[in-house]
């Protein structure tokens, strides 16, 4: 297993396009998130899944965001009607959640998909 | 709101000196901390880890302090190389009936070690 991959690396769209980004996970992970980085900030979460439910959205995820995780492998990650407010690195993290009091949920991120939208 | 702090964009330290980062937090419902390194080009990497039952952590150069009733944290490097140049971002979670939630990050520090 060679860790998170994401692709594309980086997309350059137009306003008003679409856009799908790709995520696959580490295989025996049954936690994958979505999260937002901007210049200057630390990651943002938007969304996440456990297996194949989607458990949480962030206000972040607007209308024209939609997250699938179909039978809970690979998740896509899809902006509509693309604006340039959208332009950032999007990071695909996988977790294996095993609940402990004294666990940690510990993230293994993808280098990230960076849109530009123009 | 930001839930999780790093006050300081930068700091730059010598090599073989000790680089201190500092991340505080307003969320007193977190009870899990941990520290990533990100070089440019590249997602976060997972550093260490402290649980809020324990106020120290140890993993080689790498120390993680936690107080708790300062809602404070810091990760301490010694002694620190050029290799560690990089952002390091603190991120903060709370582990409910549920699970664990998601990681709230800071804005990152980014740590410049010359040689």
């Known amino acids: 297993d060679t860790g998170v991959s994401q692709n594309p690396r980086h997309k350059i769209t137009k306003r008003g396009q679409n856009v799908t980004f790709r995520c696959d996970p580490i295989?025996?992970?049954?936690?994958l998130y979505w999260y937002r980085q901007t210049l200057g900030q630390g990651p943002e979460f938007l969304t996440y899944?456990?297996?194949?439910?989607?458990?949480?959205k962030s206000r972040l995820l607007s209308d024209r965001f939609s997250a699938e995780r179909p039978k809970g492998s690979f998740s896509t990650l899809e902006i509509q009607r693309t604006e340039q407010g959208d332009s950032a690195m999007y990071l695909c993290?996988?977790?294996?959640?095993?609940?402990?009091?004294?666990?940690?949920?510990?993230?293994?991120f993808g280098a990230g998909s960076r849109l530009t939208v123009l | 709101d930001q839930q999780v702090k790093q006050n300081s964009p930068s700091l730059s330290v010598q090599e073989g000196r000790i680089s201190i980062l500092n991340c505080d937090y307003t969320?007193?419902?977190?009870?899990?901390f941990l520290w990533y390194k990100k070089y440019p080009a590249e997602g976060p990497t997972f550093l260490i880890s402290?649980?809020?039952?324990?106020d120290k952590n140890e993993d080689g150069r790498f120390t993680v302090f936690l107080n708790k009733s300062a809602k404070h944290l810091s990760l301490h490097i010694v002694p620190s190389q050029p290799g560690d140049s990089a952002v390091y971002f603190c991120?903060?979670?709370?582990?409910?009936?549920?699970?664990?939630?998601?990681?709230?990050f800071g804005k990152g520090t980014k740590l410049t070690v010359n040689p």
């Open positions: 993290a996988s977790s294996l959640e095993v609940w402990s009091r004294s666990g940690a949920n510990v993230l293994t």
């Open positions: 295989s025996e992970h049954n936690r």
């Open positions: 899944f456990q297996n194949e439910a989607q458990l949480e």
């Open positions: 969320n007193s419902m977190f009870d899990y």
């Open positions: 402290i649980s809020s039952i324990k």
């Open positions: 991120a903060a979670s709370r582990v409910s009936q549920g699970g664990s939630e998601k990681l709230v």
